[in-house]
């Protein structure tokens, strides 16, 4: 080999490191593509540069690098009503063969005819009815099969969009930057634990040991020498609003240090996470483009954010302008 | 640089790479020193081997490979009684002062004599009644301290050695080798859930969000402008035989593969686990090393083994027997 060709090679290897190195650095610097230049992604970014700064007084090891994410509003559409609710309509259509009482019983009488604002007219307790009848009697097993197979084929009433496809292309890129900082993200919604559970690691990237929600019992049982747990037509947990800081201490055991939500049932989340020691962040998802989403604060029966709105700004909560902040709101837009 | 000397210098380079490899064989061939060579050593290294195999049949993704451990017997002692029984007990005498009343009332008065056993007659009743007074009416942060404090200094009353010291050396090698084979370990005890989460990771690899266990209810509150989360003298859940299915599922949402415990208290937990399809692996720990630990089954009032012995030997699950398959209990006695 001449010195001249070894030259050549070096130089070669050179302009590649280079190239690719700029491609690095490019990655790097657009790991939220989605976000417009502006305060929230900066808040964003200050605070992860913050608590990875080795050496930094504002360094939190890995281990301590949780953060907690609301589901409905926040990381998905929650409009014009929850997702989750739309599964428990499919249901009760689906059962109604096998319930002719329904016919004469509300809330199932309206909900049969279409009617659902008059089905929830029963308030909590018509709700309560509602999930019961879709969502217990049955094996934890078989709601698995039932959530994944509606799930792959439910479609938005307005947008005729997949449900999957309406999730925040934003916070998917929020919640993979984070991870590739260190952080373990974590679900903790009010809607059903076992409804998220099936579809949060394909659509967030979540496993299931690291989404929190809101379940019914299960019992233990041995059937016909097979063991199975039998969900029962029985609260366990709700988790919303106070539960929130519960629900995060009995599956997570240690405070986050971050919390992401978009209404008043997220507040309680917000307090216990900033409050802890050191450097913390809180950020709303603020509901504000009627035109490519829904815009809905203070007065919106789903997804109210009122106290909160409040909280945000005494506390120094980022509050995300959806309509400004977000070039692209839903993945499904993303061409992803 | 002569070529002599630089050959020289790949002789020593080629000589330490042997050195090396030859070290990393040995560990690798030697994951389980503590563990006698014979078959139940043999199974453990068989299921691994099973279900990280790429490409078999028996091959199980990383994200599958969830392993569950009782605490109390089957990763540290739990003779004479419970350490978290030694825990309430001294925490009973650290709050006499504060309870005159303590003095002529049951199961206190008793305790505060010495006379355990007869404050334990009072059954299942006097148990709650010393865990509420001891683990509730503080903060969840208040009783993390007290737990912390106590676990730094507690000593075990028959052998002198620091509670920590005697977790089981043979359990330490096993979740590090599971762990260094993709798994997720968890602990699923009946024992109280935040007693364990301050000193798991430091003792057993194991952080607070994979430690399953019973606990009483919390309340979040505000309290002079800071957020916290009561402990309340309620039960919350009780993490025990049937219970312990319904926990796992609860926090981890998936079927674990491999399940590990010592009475019939994890009998579920390792017939849930058993169940699922693929391969899968159950294991009691038995103890039967009177000299060296102790020796009791199955008409033991703590840990008793009964059923399980009788399930394991229908279902082919590897029972340990304590005397023989392990060289090493204590991890104190292990010089580590």
Same mark, same amino acid.
């Given at each position: @080999? ?19 190195? !700029? ?13 417009? =230049? ?21 360094? @939190? ?8 994410? =609301? ?66 009697? @049955? ?26 496809? @309406? ?22 919604? !009010?809607?059903? %634990? ?52 519960? !629900?995060?201490?009995?599956? %997570? ?12 049932? =997220? ?8 409050? !802890? ?19 809905? =604060? ?39």
């Amino acid at each position: @080999m001449q010195p001249h060709s070894h030259h050549s090679h070096l130089s070669i290897l050179l302009v590649f490191f280079l190239l690719f190195a !700029g491609t690095l650095q490019a990655v790097e610097d657009d790991s939220l593509p989605s976000w417009n =230049d502006g305060s929230s992604k900066q808040a964003i970014i200050e605070f992860v540069n913050q608590v990875t700064r080795e050496g930094s007084e504002t360094f @939190m090891p890995t281990a301590e690098r949780i953060a907690v994410f =609301d589901n409905d509003g926040t990381l998905w559409a929650e409009q014009p009503m929850y997702f989750q609710l739309l599964f428990a309509l499919d249901r009760v259509k689906a059962l109604a063969p096998a319930h002719p009482e329904w016919r004469d019983k509300e809330p199932f009488a309206s909900l049969l005819q279409g009617d659902v604002a008059k089905a929830l007219a029963g308030g909590e307790h018509a709700i309560l009815e509602i999930v019961m009848a879709t969502h217990a009697n @049955m094996t934890t097993g078989e709601f698995e099969t039932i959530v994944t197979e509606w799930i792959a084929q439910a479609k938005h009433p307005k947008t005729q969009q997949p449900l999957t496809g @309406m999730v925040y292309q934003p916070m998917l890129e929020l919640l993979d930057y984070l991870r590739d900082n260190g952080f373990k993200t974590f679900i903790v919604s !009010g809607g059903g %634990i076992e409804f998220m559970r099936p579809w949060t690691q394909a659509v967030y990237g979540i496993p299931p040991e690291q989404v929190i929600g809101s379940s019914i019992k299960t019992r233990f049982e041995i059937q016909d020498g097979n063991p199975v747990l039998v969900r029962l037509p029985e609260i366990n947990f709700i988790d919303d609003k106070a539960g929130k800081p519960v !629900g995060i201490h009995q599956h %997570i055991g240690r405070r986050p240090i971050a919390a992401f939500g978009n209404s008043d049932g =997220d507040l309680q989340m917000l307090q216990w996470t900033t409050a !802890g020691d050191g450097v913390r962040f809180g950020l709303y998802v603020h509901h504000t483009d009627a035109a490519r989403e829904w815009a809905y =604060d203070r007065d919106s029966s789903i997804g109210k954010l009122d106290k909160g709105l409040d909280e945000a700004a005494k506390h120094g909560w980022t509050v995300v302008d959806m309509k400004t902040d977000w070039n692209t709101i839903f993945a499904a837009d993303a061409g992803s």
